[in-house]
């Protein structure tokens, strides 16, 4: 990109014309509280962190012109934990050509839940993973009362789908208390995951 720079608001003559810019594509990050009050999360190998498998919230990828960050949310909960909620099991599943994206006055999809499903599900914001050169969006999430959607789901039984990136995901269950700490600790190690957390806990406790 050519950027020209600003100072106090005033337009300088300074110009940078090779200033990296890399647009990553848009992820989900989903922090599950179950139907019994208690946090779902993942423990598993994460190719970019050093060390063994870490706790992370569940997250994924949006599929790029086909799914809003809601729809994306919905999906991966499923796939990764088989859990969902009773609003998405009363809904049909849209066909693929019926994606519609619902914009912000910037052009981006604004990841607002529709309010059938805002009984469990609360947008807890956009946000950007790298101010000055892009990296895409985090949609981060809190989803509460999720019920089984597939057999064995929410449970250390369920096997999400294998990411060629990392291991077998493990499905780990947390109280209230543990969560508080393991975020004191350090134990998510993704900032992501941090923000996540933390936002839910605020909705959670609010």
């Known amino acids: 990109h050519t950027v020209q720079l600003k100072q106090e608001g005033i337009t300088t003559s300074s110009v940078v014309k090779d200033w990296i810019f890399l647009e990553g594509q848009d992820r989900v990050v989903v922090a599950i509280v179950d139907s019994k009050g208690q946090w779902i999360v993942q423990r598993q190998q994460r190719y970019a962190l050093p060390g063994g498998p870490v706790l992370t919230p569940v997250q994924g990828m949006l599929i790029p012109e086909k799914e809003s960050p809601f729809v994306a949310a919905q999906r991966i909960v499923l796939q990764q934990t088989g859990l969902t909620t009773t609003a998405s099991q009363e809904t049909e599943s849209l066909p693929k050509d019926s994606f519609s994206p619902m914009l912000d006055e910037y052009g981006l999809q604004d990841g607002k839940v529709p309010d059938k499903f805002q009984r469990d599900w609360t947008f807890l914001g956009r946000y950007r993973n790298l101010g000055d050169q892009g990296g895409g969006f985090t949609y981060s999430y809190l989803l509460q009362n999720a019920v089984p959607?597939?057999?064995?789901?929410?449970?250390?039984?369920?096997?999400?789908?294998l990411n060629n990136l990392r291991e077998q995901p493990e499905l780990v269950t947390m109280g209230m208390q543990h969560v508080k700490e393991t975020l004191q600790n350090g134990d998510f190690p993704e900032i992501t995951g941090v923000a996540t957390m933390s936002l839910a806990l605020q909705g959670v406790q609010s």
Do not use: N, R
């Not at 929410?154 to 789908?161: A, C, E, S």
């Open 149 to 161: 959607g597939s057999a064995k789901g929410g449970t250390v039984d369920f096997l999400p789908p």
